[in-house]
Structure formats: C-alpha cells, structure tokens
Nanobody, 128 residues
Framework: QVNLVESGGGVVQAGNPLTLSCVDS????????WGWFRQAPEKEREFVAA????????SYADSVKGRFTISRDRAKNTMYLQMRSLKPDDTAVYYC?????????????????????WGQGTPVTVSS
C-alpha cells in the first residue's frame, strides 16, 4: 500500500528557496520510480521532475532545470524537491507521485497518466 504525504509548501517571496518533502508511509519506496508534478489554477497538471528508485537518474522540466533538485532519502522513505530562485510562475499545488515499476518500461516519465499513486498535494505561492 502506497500512502504519499507531501509537506513543506507555503508562501515565499520570489528569489527565495523552499524544500518540499514527500513521505511514503507505505514503505514501498524501492518498488517505485518517482516524480513531482504541479498544477496551477486553471491549468493542467504538469511535470516538474522525476527520479529513479535508486536515486541515480533524474530529469527535469525545462522551466525548472538548474533551479530545482529532486532527491530521496531511502532510510526515511522520503523524496524531496529543493526549489531555488523561485518565481511567481512557480505558484501551484505540488504533488508527488509514484510509478509502480521502472521508467525504462514506459515511453514518457513526464506523463502524469503513467503514475499509479499520488499525494494530496501541498500548495506553493511565490509572491513578487
């Protein structure tokens, strides 16, 4: 059973950092590859970053590349999204998601429809 709980969202001024966490209380961390997505008001959910189960391979949306870092702490069953140089355009509800399997088996790890489990989301608001 996968149970994902995000935390760390809030209101932050542009240019400041913020780190989001996603705890997998179901302890199925090694069974899954992982992703972060976000959804701004009146927009579709979009890919932010992805990480393989072993923490070795990562990928990022062009809009966050160089500013965001996805990582994981296996001992804590926790995935992180470190966000730096935040912009108002980064304002959204951020979701972590788990793909039950390995990214190499699917054509597109940035497609949210490929993911099996989702957290409830944590809101991030970046003020200018």
């Amino acid at each position: 059973q996968v149970n994902l709980v995000e935390s760390g969202g809030g209101v932050v001024q542009a240019g400041n950092p913020l780190t989001l966490s996603c705890v997998d209380s179901g302890r199925t961390f090694d069974l899954d590859d992982w992703g972060w997505f976000r959804q701004a008001p009146e927009k579709e959910r979009e890919f932010v970053a992805a990480l393989t189960w072993d923490g070795i391979r990562s990928s990022y949306a062009d809009s966050v590349k160089g500013r965001f870092t996805i990582s994981r702490d296996r001992a804590k069953n926790t995935m992180y999204l470190q966000m730096r140089s935040l912009k108002p355009d980064d304002t959204a509800v951020y979701y972590c998601a788990a793909f039950r399997g390995r990214f190499w088996s699917i054509p597109d790890s940035s497609d949210p429809t490929n993911y099996h489990y989702w957290g409830q989301g944590t809101p991030v608001t970046v003020s200018s």
